[in-house]
């Protein structure tokens, strides 16, 4: 059990495109996501906080006009980069986890993003 | 502020046992996880302690001491495929996950 689906696994778009990222629960109700940013040999860096049907809370430094994200059900939450740039690559992982503080986060399997 | 240490890489043999260890400086405790993460790849939940002592879940044992501010990840009988970054997380008192930086494990023949 547990399952979260991320897709697409890999991106390679040129500069000033946008990009979608899904990130699905497939067998549990996700009352909260997340998304993580990480660069080679470097720690998780959570990016946002996503509550079902609420807004985002987005970690300080990081622009929510840039990454749009989009938790519209209990399943399923969307991180856009809007018009991505080269300093935008990186390894994007969603995280999902239901009710209960001891629940834990159940990880995609991360979107690796390239942009030229 | 709030900080989780844990060593950068051990090294260790296969067949071995091994202990990695993760001290906690966090605004309240509301339960630690240990999650293993390979090379190019997602992070996979491993073991949860919120009250002190040991969890022992097969080859993977998790301690907790709350007084202490410290847990460790114990790996018995270590094969090549746990060549891996073991990740520590402290959740806060906001319930928020502080994460560590990760240990990089390399198991050797």
């Known amino acids: 059990g547990a399952v979260v689906s991320q897709h697409p696994s890999r991106v390679i778009c040129k500069s000033g495109t946008s990009v979608k990222i899904e990130c699905r629960s497939l067998?549990?109700?996700?009352?909260?996501m997340f998304w993580y940013r990480q660069f080679p040999k470097q720690s998780l860096m959570l990016m946002a906080t996503?509550?079902?049907?609420?807004?985002?809370?987005?970690e300080q430094g990081v622009e929510k006009d840039k990454f749009l994200i989009n938790h519209a059900s209990l399943t399923l939450s969307t991180l856009t980069v809007t018009s991505a740039h080269p300093e935008d690559s990186s390894f994007y992982i969603c995280?999902?986890?239901?009710?209960?503080?001891?629940?834990?986060?159940?990880f995609g399997d991360g979107t690796r993003l390239s942009i030229l | 502020g709030q900080n989780i240490d844990q060593p950068t890489e051990m090294t260790a043999t296969e067949g071995a046992i091994v202990q990695i260890n993760c001290t906690y400086q966090t605004s309240g405790f509301n339960g630690l996880f240990w999650y293993q993460q390979h090379a190019g790849e997602a992070p996979t939940f491993l073991s949860y302690?919120?009250l002190d002592g040991l969890e022992e879940k097969g080859r993977f044992s998790s301690f907790l001491s709350r007084s202490k501010g410290y847990s460790y990840l114990l790996l018995k009988e270590l094969q090549m495929k746990d060549s891996a970054s073991y990740l520590c997380a402290v959740m806060d008192s906001n319930y928020q996950l502080i994460w560590g930086a990760g240990t990089k494990l390399i198991i050797k023949p």
């Open positions: 996503s509550n079902e049907g609420s807004k985002a809370t987005y």
């Open positions: 067998d549990f109700q996700a009352t909260t």
């Open positions: 302690n919120v």
């Open positions: 995280s999902a986890k239901g009710g209960g503080h001891s629940q834990p986060q159940h």
